[in-house]
């Protein structure tokens, strides 16, 4: 069975990061909302679709803009429409049957929970997010003041942990249930990856 | 000035071990409650003694048996006192000023917050804590049964979590308030230190 290492994040966390680091790190296929979304959106037989995409190239890795999300005003796309939830569950499950892969958020921990991923949560103080969604807006676009950003970001969090809530029925900042949370306020993501993926493959 | 390393824990959630191993492994100094109510308790003027003893080994190392305190049926030492606070309060700030070292519990992350101390928490789900703590046991005495364990398990942690919140003024398991939060179920504490130790020495 696949290796399967999950990471569910704050906002502005630096999880995704955090996420492709560690899959090339380790060499896994690396997989996000908007990965998932294009997979689902490029074809109306998703499942076949991914079925082909996947048999060409057992290691996915489709190379993202790290941060594209970060986009200071436009909240994340949190869609409780269960009928796309029901096609992004099963291109997540046909996805981790094929090979070794990160995940980042979309309820992959619970949907893919008989792979027993490897369960990150990632975090940062208020502080330090705001400082990378800055560090990733848009340069052409009107920056929100702090209390406008400070009250997006809880925003952001508060449609997560809904999410996550409406689709498994259980708690999303509940640290029983990671195997490792991540404060990364002050460590720097891509120095500390190799450690943290030397960790992970201890796992019982 | 010190590096420091501090770990609050669940009981039975095998922070002791993680503490002591994490300290070989960097060559930092070791304490826990028993060490520090230990030099409390042998002298009358505790800062003499303390200074006696580091001054003769910067490093220093007391070897105790790990486990000691997993008595099924002895609650863990929780003592409110304020004059026994205070004389570890001023034991804990001479120890840190000596040499790098790991502390468990004693509100050592927040004594030594002007050290800046890597701040670790470590728990643990319920049927790994009574496992742990059958396993440490005294074998001459009746055991709990599993209904007992659990609530002596839960009462620990409240009264850790209280004793912190006295003397602190703030929430114990509060993730915002940690580096790193590391559930040992399903992991090997002595097979993941190693790499623990280089995201520790990765704090920016």
Redesign the interface.
């Known amino acids: 069975m696949s290796k399967i290492i999950t990471i569910n994040r704050q906002f502005g966390s630096g999880g995704r990061e955090l996420g492709k680091r560690l899959a090339e790190e380790l060499g896994y296929a690396y997989y996000d909302n908007e990965i998932i979304t294009q997979i689902a959106g490029r074809s109306g037989l998703a499942e076949d679709y991914v079925s082909s995409i996947v048999e060409k190239k057992p290691i996915v890795y489709y190379p993202i803009t790290i941060g594209r999300t970060f986009l200071a005003h436009t909240p994340a796309p949190v869609d409780f429409n269960t009928q796309i939830y029901s096609e992004q569950h099963n291109i997540i499950k046909e996805l981790a049957s094929k090979s070794d892969c990160v995940i980042i958020g979309r309820c992959a921990d619970y949907i893919l929970s008989e792979h027993d991923p490897f369960k990150l949560f990632v975090?940062a103080?208020m502080p330090s997010r705001m400082e990378r969604c800055r560090a990733k807006a848009p340069t052409d676009e009107k920056p929100l003041s702090d209390k406008q950003l400070a009250r997006h970001i809880k925003e952001v969090d508060n449609e997560r942990a809904d999410y996550y809530k409406f689709f498994t029925g259980q708690k999303w900042?509940d640290?029983?249930h990671?195997?490792?949370?991540?404060?990364t306020?002050?460590?720097?993501i891509k120095?500390?990856v190799?450690?943290?993926a030397?960790?992970i493959q201890?796992?019982?």
């Not at 990671?178 to 404060?183: A, E, G, P, S, T």
Request: aromatic share 12%; net charge negative.
């Open positions: 975090y103080d900042l640290a029983e990671y195997d490792l949370m991540i404060n306020s002050r460590m720097v120095e500390f190799p450690a943290l030397t960790m201890n796992k019982k």
